[in-house]
């Protein structure tokens, strides 16, 4: 599973990629108006941050085809061909996929409520979907397995498009994509570092230490001895 950091803000991104595998960032327009600044240079600076092999993901604003193909031209330019260019699963939105497939542009199909969206978004080009699966729970859908059932048709179909699950509340959401062999999750930063939080870990760690010490010396390590 690809794990992406799903902020715009700098310092979050900073403290993440530093102690996390991650596989890239994902953002979207509300994300970018929270951090108060020009949205195409938060982008650049994102980028700076990350490695090369490392993606972007950046949603276009305009709302027929010929505009977004012509944003999404702009973007990789000033960002990289590494950006994939998110798009979301209206009638221009699929047109525009169409086209940009066509030239091999990295992109995300976005907003997806259905898994008929997703099928339609794979066949357009887009190399990732991406399923809200938290907004899908709060208005009575079942978020997760809408998800999943994503992820089994986009397999069946044999596509080049996997899922890339966004909108989570908790880890069991994440979990249960997991276990279902999904592509792909984006995940809030506060939410991602609570992959790897558990009570007993961290007191078996204060056990291990308390034990060694016991025949040592207190704040001695192998490299002591």
Known sequence: MRIYIDTANIADIERIITKFPVDGVTTNPSLLAREKINPMEQLKKIRNLLDEDMELHAQVLSDNA???????????????EQTFIKI????????????LNKTGVNMTATAIYTPMQAVMAAKAGAKWTAPYVNRLDMIGANGVQVAIDIHTILTRMKE????????????????????????????APE???????HPLTNQAVIDFKNDFESITA????????
């Open 66 to 80: 010929s505009d977004m193909i012509a944003e999404a031209d702009y973007m990789r330019k000033h960002l990289g």
């Open 191 to 197: 939410l991602l570092e609570q992959l790897l939080y």
């Open 88 to 99: 979301p699963v209206t009638h221009e939105g699929i047109r525009a996929m169409k086209e």
């Open 160 to 187: 080049k498009t996997d899922l890339l699950a966004a909108s989570f509340k908790n880890v069991e959401q994440i979990l249960k994509l997991a276990e279902a062999g999904v592509g792909a999750v984006t995940v």
């Open 218 to 225: 207190k704040g001695a390590t192998m490299k002591d001895l």
